[in-house]
């Protein structure tokens, strides 16, 4: 395995050009996408509910749930601005739900209000996107913001286990699982604003040992590049697991698949709000 340095932080808004992926991949459809958004957003309300705005978030430990919840309802309310060609205030709208008196009501009144303006906007929407290979607008939206609630009700989930969660804790079904690793290994990693870059070009192989998906991550000097439908063992860094397990480890949410070489991962990847 490469000895370089590798460093990646990437941020949840602003454009991307220049996919670096390879072998397009037809996503789940949007009914599926609002569907799973929904479903999240039960999760998230339920489980922050169960475990207390004051508790403490095992996958996020800088916030609270309450933090977790105005984060949320924050980017929901971002997420629909952008659809609509609005601007709204990041830091006013954060404060809302922190103040509010029933965040988790706040939180499901922007969900419902972004699902609804996902479903009325049409196939040709001319919005944001700001992801590497990303699918049209619409359709995009529903996905970011389906695997944005997914993840951060994980987080709402681990509030409530008290630790981190493994697969069979969630609600989440295999063919989510797998569209969200790869939203995050083709459309996250490969932008040139990724700070993912290595001296000795490194490969990380990604394998669902429930799917015959299958990803390699090649990081050089330059931006990462990304192929479906390969890798395997012979990879330097190895990561085999169940197609959830692995969404949820990708993403720096469980601690149940384990590899050689996995720290690289888990200390140098991050999606950070900015």
Do not use: K
Not at 60 to 85: E, F, S
Not at 118 to 142: G, H, K, M, S, Y
Not at 205 to 216: G, I, M, Q, T, Y
């Amino acid at each position: 395995m490469s000895t370089g340095r590798v460093r990646l932080e990437t941020t949840a808004r602003g454009s991307g050009p220049d996919c670096q992926t390879a072998r397009m991949q037809p996503v789940p459809d949007l009914e599926r996408h609002l569907a799973g958004l929904r479903t999240a957003v039960d999760a998230l309300a339920d489980h922050a509910e169960a475990a207390g705005l004051g508790a403490a978030v095992p996958t996020t430990p800088d916030w609270d749930v309450r933090r977790l919840v105005a984060h949320q309802g924050l980017v929901h309310r971002w997420a629909t601005g952008a659809i609509l060609g609005q601007r709204i205030d990041d830091d006013a709208t954060e404060r809302e739900g922190l103040q509010a008196d029933d965040p988790v009501a706040w939180l499901r009144s922007g969900a419902a209000r972004l699902a609804t303006t996902i479903q009325e906007a049409p196939d040709d929407l001319d919005a944001l996107v700001f992801l590497a290979d990303a699918p049209p607008a619409r359709r995009f939206w529903a996905r970011r913001q389906c695997h944005e609630t997914t993840i951060h009700a994980v987080d709402a989930l681990s509030a409530d286990l008290g630790r981190y969660p493994r697969a069979a804790d969630t609600w989440i079904d295999d063919d989510l699982a797998l569209d969200g690793i790869d939203e995050l290994l083709t459309g996250f990693l490969p932008r040139p604003i990724s700070r993912l870059r290595t001296d000795d070009p490194t490969t990380v192989a990604v394998l669902p040992d429930d799917s015959e998906r299958r990803w390699l991550v090649t990081v050089s000097e330059r931006p990462p590049v990304t192929t479906r439908g390969e890798g395997d063992r012979s990879a330097d860094v190895v990561l085999v697991g169940s197609a959830v397990a692995l969404y949820l480890t990708l993403w720096n949410r469980s601690d149940e698949v384990s590899a050689d070489g996995l720290g690289l991962w888990s200390e140098n990847v991050r999606v950070s709000w900015g």
